[in-house]
């Protein structure tokens, strides 16, 4: 019974997951000049994974690169964070967890020659729920490790709800209380001024009575 509710709790994050979680893919060939700059730039949400990979067009299938056709290239932060670094590369990736919200830069030089050449370079970029390896995460294994995280939050939430419903007990006992606090208070101080005002009624007539005597009034 439990599995399968988990299950089907699994299926409502997912889902949930898909329609609130951004995805970003962008998969691109460009040409780049030697002794030229190129950067591309990519809005990517706090706390989204991002991967990307890029390599240089081989002219010639099956012969590597020359050192002077590699390029170089740098992933940057919105506040100039460096989140990558590769130098004199023919290909490469990157992946992080972005730290902070806005357009993060990715820069690719390829140093000068004479005479110019043009570089094409195959570049991938994937943020959000797209950068996520789904095929890993289905093993069987897995699921069964979210399922157990799942039925942690469960009861998280259940004990958090009951807490929750203890203080509001709580709360409307005290309000109990000091709505009896409040009435006792009242009853309390109207008995002290009707003894006050006793008292001092007393002391006026024994004040009276001890002039009378003594003929003063």
Not at 108 to 124: G, V
Request: with cysteine.
């Amino acid at each position: 019974m439990w599995r399968s509710r988990n299950i089907a709790t699994l299926f409502v994050v997912m889902i949930l997951g898909l329609a609130s979680t951004p995805i970003i893919v962008k998969g691109m060939r460009f040409d780049l000049k030697t002794g030229a700059t190129k950067c591309i730039t990519e809005d990517i949400k706090i706390n989204a994974m991002t991967v990307g990979k890029y390599s240089v067009v081989k002219r010639v299938q099956g012969f590597s690169l020359p050192e002077s056709d590699r390029v170089t290239v740098r992933v940057t932060s919105p506040l100039g964070n460096n989140y990558h670094y590769a130098d004199r590369r023919d290909s490469g990736n990157f992946a992080f967890t972005a730290g902070e919200a806005g357009d993060y830069m990715a820069c690719f030089w390829a140093a000068k020659q004479s005479p110019q050449k043009t570089l094409s370079i195959d570049f991938e970029w994937k943020s959000g729920l797209a950068a996520k390896d789904w095929s890993k995460v289905a093993k069987k294994g897995q699921v069964e490790m979210m399922e157990l995280e799942l039925k942690k939050l469960y009861d998280s939430v259940t004990t958090v709800h009951e807490e929750m419903y203890n203080l509001r007990e709580r709360e409307e006992t005290m309000q109990h209380l000091i709505r009896s606090t409040n009435s006792k208070m009242a009853t309390f101080s109207f008995f002290s001024l009707v003894v006050c005002l006793s008292v001092a009624a007393l002391q006026l007539w024994h004040l009276k009575s001890f002039f009378q005597r003594k003929k003063l009034i």
